[in-house]
């Protein structure tokens, strides 16, 4: 099976290349897939450490780091040939961005009917959020705050009113966002003007800038939990001030590992089903601010990933 893949080749520089559309016994047409916009970013700029190279590597992926490399994990598609009860049904797979590919049915989520497929690219991006509204272990009506109103951000601070039932205030130094965040059931605050007494902050900005605010703003014995993740750049990290004498905590989440709390309950197919399944909400189609067709990346997705680029979420869509 021959498909068309983006390969980023060079600083900057993204391809289109044939190649084989990998082994499993279904064989998934793709209807779109999703750009995880920071790590995507470093990966254009050849900026994942190489003590990163292999905890890195994507289920599918192609090539090596820094280049020349096929990468991506957060593709939507429909069952053309495979067994029941996937054959025909629309699934989510951590695959690259390609025109299809071949998977077997346990690297395959079946989506819901009213998950549409562009909001399906979400998936990926809506399981991070998940695994740290986990590793926070929230109580009703905690003082939350996030820190960066990007797509992670957006999705945590949804999750952290709706799910755990938490007063939510989403902060970002885009004064525009507060119309997410009003569109998304939450309060806003420029990142300036973020009181101190939150219970826990999620910090989504990956800036330094970013972290200082959000231990800035922790209450006493307040639980920052950092998301962001920087690359190979250093980063400041402000432990002066207040943060001993505040009994502040600084706990990094990743969802490469199950949250602590679920790990008894949940594998990792059993929390992106549940990420899946909470999609369903209609308003968070306001996240994807952008679309781009899958032959026109070459040209159009260096600026999409360039650092200050506008914009949310970007879904590729491949018709």
């Known amino acids: 099976m021959s498909v068309q893949a983006l390969w980023y080749i060079g600083n900057g520089e993204v391809a289109l290349r044939c190649g084989e559309g990998g082994d499993g016994a279904c064989h998934v047409r793709t209807r779109a897939s ?3 916009r920071g790590t995507e970013r470093l990966i254009l700029r050849g900026a994942v450490p190489q003590s990163e190279w292999e905890r890195m590597r994507a289920p599918r992926q192609e090539g090596s780091f820094p280049f020349p490399v096929k990468y991506g994990y957060a593709a ?21 961005h390609q025109t299809s590919f071949r998977a077997d049915p346990g690297a395959l989520t079946i989506i819901p009917e009213d998950v549409p497929p562009r909001r399906a690219t979400l998936a990926a991006n809506m399981e991070t959020a998940l695994n740290a509204v986990w590793d926070a272990d929230l109580t009703p009506n905690s003082r939350v705050a ?41 309060s806003f605050c420029n990142a300036a003007a973020l009181a101190d007494h939150f219970d826990v902050i999620f910090h989504c900005s990956a800036t330094a800038a970013g972290l200082e605010t959000a231990l800035n703003s922790a209450a006493f014995e307040g639980l920052v939990v950092e998301m962001s993740w920087y690359g190979s750049a250093p980063v400041p990290v402000p432990l002066g001030a207040a943060f001993h004498s505040q009994r502040l905590r600084l706990h990094a989440s990743q ?36 679309t781009v067709r ?5 040209a159009r997705l260096p600026s999409l990933l360039a650092p200050g680029a506008p914009g949310i979420a970007t879904v590729i869509t491949y018709d």
């Open 146 to 186: 996030v820190v960066g109103a990007g797509l992670v951000g957006c999705l945590t601070a949804y999750l952290a009113r709706t799910y755990a039932g938490c007063n939510v205030t989403l902060s970002d130094t885009i004064a525009s966002r507060a119309e997410i965040a009003t569109e998304l059931g939450v």
């Open 294 to 298: 899958f032959s026109d990346l070459p």
């Open 76 to 96: 939507v598609g429909q069952v053309e040939a495979g067994p029941e009860p996937y054959l025909g049904a629309q699934v989510f797979c951590l695959a690259p």
């Open 34 to 36: 999703g750009i995880s």
């Open 255 to 290: 969802v490469g590992h199950v949250a602590p709390s679920r790990r008894e309950s949940h594998d990792h197919a059993a929390r992106l089903r549940e990420a899946v399944a909470l999609l369903g909400e209609p308003r968070l189609d306001a996240l994807i601010t952008d």
